[in-house]
């Protein structure tokens, strides 16, 4: 074979390579069609540098500044709320003269208006409004009743709100607090098993006049005297008696009672006069064992602290811990000494001191060391502690009060 030539393979091979496509190339040089695809890079220019607080002044000011930008967003009316903040503190002093105080709850007022449910939710504002309640006169409140009217029964279940609403009803008219009591119609058995909710209920119970007291009786009684308007009219009488009456079946009414108390228990929701006075009225009409089942779950209640402290909202059973000393000792005093105020307290007491074990009622004695002389000069408690004294027989025990 002639050594110049090529080989006939080769030659083939080199025309089909001509006619495909190269293939991309995979090492790290750039190819020559990379150019076209390479598009021209700019450097970004460098943002300039804030500068950071040096000085302990300079950080508190740009930590505060951080801290209103970031509330401004989160809350909309944050500006209204920081003026309504230095009207309050002016009109809540207490050497503030009439005419001043006026003026001052007038013009937060205006600066309310439109927004009262909105700011009723608020916890500053809250309190602005229910201080404007308080001191402004009654066309003022008459406005701002009817403005929160139909968001009462949201707001009674609200942290901050509460307190308005419960403010709003303690000075309400005679109309004003009958269209709140009809607004509750259908609601009540709900709003008292609710933490926050119930103290609206008890203190619309409290401003009640006898008719509208057994109309919010009834819907915690049974469904079927819900029907029975004419009840409402009646002088007072007791469910036993309504019952055979009417001719109701008592086991209906029972299992209705039932389902009403047993979240109360379950929640503590025990310190109101309106849930006493169910409690004894199903005491009245129960068997023995489902009595005392009631009486051994109401008596952790009441030998234990105080959940409601003045000005703070609703909770469960436990102390709540607050920074006033006052405040502190209302707490951790039993719910026993509370409820001793009322006539239905001090039958609920005795119920317990009756009915319960003798180890509930040395539980009942710890629970009230330190608190006799308190409960011998009340009207009510006086007859709780000659009470316990006849019936307990162990004088050692009692020698511990």
């Not at 009316?77 to 007038?106: F, G, H, I, P, Q």
């Not at 029964?153 to 009809?182: D, P």
Request: glycine share 6%.
């Amino acid at each position: 074979m002639a050594g110049g030539g090529d080989h006939p393979g080769a030659n083939k091979r080199k025309r089909e390579a001509a006619g495909r496509p190269k293939a991309p190339s995979k090492g790290p040089g750039p190819g020559p069609g990379d150019a076209a695809k390479r598009k021209k890079t700019y450097d970004a220019p460098a943002a300039k540098p804030k500068p950071q607080p040096v000085t302990a002044k300079e950080k508190r000011v740009a930590s505060k500044e951080m801290s209103e930008s970031r509330k401004m967003k989160r809350k909309p009316n944050y500006n209204l709320e920081k003026e309504l903040a230095v009207l309050w503190e002016k009109m809540r002093c207490r050497d503030v003269s009439k005419e001043n105080r006026s003026k001052l709850v007038t013009e937060a007022l205006r600066k309310m208006d439109g927004k009262y449910f909105e700011i009723a939710g608020s916890h500053v504002t809250a309190r602005v409004l229910q201080t404007c309640v308080k001191w402004c006169s009654q066309p003022e409140r008459d406005a701002v009743f009817v403005a929160l009217q139909p968001h009462l029964l949201h707001l009674s279940r609200k942290k901050y709100a509460v307190f308005l609403v419960k403010k709003l009803i303690k000075l309400a008219t005679k109309k004003q607090l009958a269209l709140f009591i009809s607004s509750l119609h259908g609601h009540v058995a709900s709003l008292l098993r609710h933490t926050i909710g119930a103290a609206v209920v008890d203190c619309a119970f409290h401003q009640a006049t006898p008719p509208q007291k057994r109309s919010l009786l009834l819907e915690l009684y049974s469904t079927e005297l819900q029907l029975f308007k004419d009840l409402t009219e009646q002088k007072s009488c007791s469910l036993l008696e309504t019952i055979s009456k009417l001719g109701l079946q008592k086991s209906s009414v029972l299992q209705y009672m039932t389902t009403v108390i047993q979240p109360l228990l379950e929640k503590g929701i025990v310190e109101y006069s309106i849930v006493h006075t169910v409690i004894l009225e199903y005491l009245t009409i129960a068997d023995k064992t489902s009595a005392l089942d009631v009486i051994r779950q109401l008596i952790p209640h009441l030998t234990q602290g105080s959940s409601v402290v003045d000005g703070d909202e609703l909770s469960g059973v436990a102390e709540v811990p607050t920074k006033s000393k006052a405040k502190k000792k209302r707490s951790s005093e039993p719910l026993l000494i509370r409820i001793m105020q009322t006539r239905e307290g001090l039958k609920i007491g005795l119920a317990c001191l009756k009915h319960g074990s003798a180890k509930d009622r040395k539980k009942i004695i710890k629970s009230l060391k330190g608190q006799t002389m308190k409960l011998a000069l009340g009207d009510y408690g006086c007859l709780f502690l000659a009470c316990l004294l006849s019936i307990v027989d162990d004088t050692k025990l009692v020698t511990k009060l």
